[in-house]
């Protein structure tokens, strides 16, 4: 099985969940925080691949859905410097394993990697009480 480095927002519903299936599935996780991770434009760019520009995004990111951040109307630069000012704003999780990069939990892209058992639901959007309100800042989850 892998180790897998998953950079997270801690407190995230979603993130924890992807983290228990990866673990339930024989993976070892890494958790990191993609908020106060040290970004570079070129290491946070090595985890999108070939994804749209648009896709590099978190739309669940309060800016995005607010609309004041517009993925779609951007460069790959003006993304990449808005994300390494704004680090709410990168798609998660970031995954890394053994020096394979990905952006997003895309759950038969993520099985077809690395492999997942079936135990857990195959979703990437944040769950429903997530879409009217953003998970809460770490300090304000590690409380909860």
Request: charge should be negative.
């Amino acid at each position: 099985m892998a180790t897998v480095i998953f950079y997270e927002k801690p407190g995230c519903g979603n993130n924890i969940r992807q983290k228990v299936w990866l673990a339930a599935s024989g993976h070892t996780v890494l958790a990191k925080n993609i908020l106060t991770e040290k970004w570079t434009a070129d290491r946070l760019l090595a985890f999108f691949g070939k994804l749209p520009v648009a896709q590099w995004f978190n739309p669940a990111a309060p800016r995005v859905k607010s609309g004041e951040v517009d993925p779609s109307a951007l460069d790959e630069i003006e993304a990449l410097e808005l994300m390494l000012s704004e680090p709410l704003l990168i798609r998660r999780p970031l995954m890394e394993v053994e020096g394979v990069l990905c952006a997003g939990f895309d759950a038969k892209a993520v099985d077809a990697w690395i492999g997942l058992n079936d135990t857990h639901p195959k979703t990437e959007p944040c769950p429903v009480c997530h879409r009217s309100e953003p998970c809460p800042p770490p300090e304000e989850a590690s409380h909860a």
